[in-house]
């Protein structure tokens, strides 16, 4: 098995390639010199709470939909045939359990960071956890998502390794720092349309060489990589509608429920409905998605049958397959290829600045407007920038350190995906169980991060020691943002014993991670917060639980109902004659935000009428209270 020389770029390649950086650092530059000039942190991080629906459910999309998924999706098909579509099945009950209980929570506590919420529902020390958890996980993935790509492009064209990582995260950076949330939402756009037009032309092009749709479903029929329903229950099971349908909603909301670069899209919506709506437009576009990569599989199978590229020697690892069949499919067709690498390359550029823009928006908000109530927004703003460029630079650092590690590059991965479990479980335990209590919050999310890291790092080594690790499978195999290349810990073939005790464990199927680990978070911080001392209803901040426990036992009495804390509503409405509560929501430079509806008159500055009056505790309040006069 030879190598055979890369196949290299022409120079309409590298105008299409480049005219994609053009245009992307372009939006930047627009939105950095139009509007409010991104003059303040509302418009720099929040889009100025202005945007409509479809630019954010592309921009949702197009986060998901990252470098890793493009490459791997089609190469996981290939190799192991569609059940991985069943995927698709997770996707709506993954988006409507956010649409109708993440949104609703977090839109009308008017936060700017997801872990504000954790402050208002439990302390600041369960608010600093859940940060410093998200940095983490963020900054690792970073470096790992700009380096991937460029390395496998690197292996197939030629294509400059450090060139390539110095345009995509030099111009990210740049139209992150300048144009705000709104140029990373619209960027998004464009490069989801740049992605859709990039796979669908490698799809049409290779089916037609293939001999049409039609012999490219009858080759994967005889070469059986057309997967029926397996109704397998059994947990080790890498891939079964259970995993992939059941286990699969669990990273599902770890992604769309609880991350920060999503939360921000749905706070950055002009109205609650328009966020719900933005849930409802991006589960199609998904499912499109989901069925592009799985078509593309197929037709790479049409192409090569079982004679893999990877097989012959002419790729080293799965995630350059997919560049080799590009190369190979348009290597008369000259700027297709540039078409797709730009389509590759949107996906990093919009997974890159959704992290850039997020991790900016958490320091700000949870770090440094706590401890700096004084500052002014102008200096607020640009510190948002800096913040915005100074994770650009880390970006690209980490990128440099993923270059060094090696074969670490996958437990870099892997580190990533073990954190989304914890941090769902964490925000669940918050949302939907009113008596858990800060102690309980702390205790379950080191238990659960222990349990991740535990199960993910014995699995890992356990494969290495018994050399059922497969090989081949790269850190891109799976195409999921939250554990997707835990997935290299899973052997491609059920072992011919079935595993008991701890080795059972470390054989979970990668897609169960999520779930287990979250559970873990929500057992654990219940244990501890009744052994502790449960919260009491009276202690809860208004709006912060969602009540779902209400609604199942309403069938149980009022009086027990209320023992339990399962009578509080969402929306916190004082009954006639009810005493009133104070309400506040300190915004940017201290400024209370009142609704003109609800106050008869309030002295604070306001610049949205249409906000709502957040309820919280006088505990928690900095400054200027507004009192709500009772109905």
Known sequence: MGE?????????????????????????????????????????????????????????????????????????????????????????????????????????????????????????????????????????????????????????????????????????????????????????????????????????????????????????????????????????????????????????????????????????????????????????????????????????????????????????????????????????????????????????????????????????????????????EARATLLSKGLALAYGLVCLAMAYIASLMGSVLQAAFSIFGMVGGPLLGLFCLGMFFPWANPTGAVVGLVAGLAMAFWVGIGSFVMRMSSGTLVPPVNTTTLPLLENMTTAFMSSSTADTSRPTGVEALYSLSYMWYSAHNSATVVVVGLLVSLLSGPMKESELTPGTVFPVLGSLLCFVPERYREKLCCITPLDQKPKVGSQPYQMAKKESNGVALCKDDTVTECKETATDTDLDIIPVPSSQLMAHVVQETAM
């Open 4 to 376: 055979v020389a890369p196949m290299h770029f022409s120079w309409v390649d590298y105008v299409i390639f480049v005219l994609l950086l053009v245009a992307s650092a372009g939006i930047g530059l627009f939105y950095a010199f139009s509007g409010g000039r991104q003059r303040t942190t509302q418009e720099f991080l929040m889009a100025d709470r202005s945007m409509s629906c479809l630019p954010v459910s592309l921009s949702l999309l197009a986060t998901f939909q990252s470098a890793v998924a493009i490459l791997g999706a089609p190469s996981e098909v290939y190799t192991f045939g569609t059940q991985y579509w069943f995927l698709g099945c997770s996707y709506f009950l993954g988006l409507l359990i956010p649409a109708h209980v993440f949104i609703p929570v977090f839109y009308r506590l008017r936060v700017s960071s997801a872990y504000e919420y954790l402050e208002l529902r439990f302390n600041k020390t369960v608010r600093i956890c859940g940060t410093l958890t998200f940095i983490f996980q963020m900054v690792i993935y970073m470096g790992v998502v700009l380096y991937a790509p460029a390395l496998a492009l690197n292996a197939v064209t030629g294509f400059d390794l450090w060139g390539a990582v110095l345009a995509m995260g030099l111009v990210c950076t740049l139209y992150t720092a300048l144009g705000g949330l709104k140029a990373v939402i619209w960027t998004d756009v464009f490069q989801t349309v740049v992605m859709f037009a990039g796979q669908l032309a490698v799809i049409v092009v290779g089916a037609s060489q293939a001999g049409g749709i039609a012999e490219v479903w009858r080759k994967a029929t005889n070469g059986s990589r057309i997967a029926g329903l397996d109704l397998n229950p059994d947990p080790l099971e890498r891939h079964t509608f259970w995993t992939l349908g059941v286990g699969g909603i669990f990273l599902m909301l770890a992604l769309y429920g609880v991350n920060q670069a999503q939360v921000q899209r749905y706070l950055s919506s002009r109205t609650e409905r328009e966020a719900v709506m933005s849930c409802y437009v991006v589960f199609p576009c998904q499912q499109i998605v989901l069925c592009l990569g799985c078509l593309m599989g197929l037709v790479m199978f049409a192409r090569y049958g079982e004679d893999s590229p990877l097989d012959k020697g002419y790729v080293k690892t799965n995630d350059q397959m997919v560049l080799y069949f590009v190369m190979d499919v348009f290597r008369d067709l000259p700027g297709l290829p540039g078409l797709f690498v730009a389509c590759l390359f949107s996906g990093a550029l919009s997974t890159i600045s959704s992290a850039f823009n997020s991790l900016a928006t958490v320091t700000m908000e949870d770090f440094i407007k706590p401890n700096f109530p004084n500052m002014t």
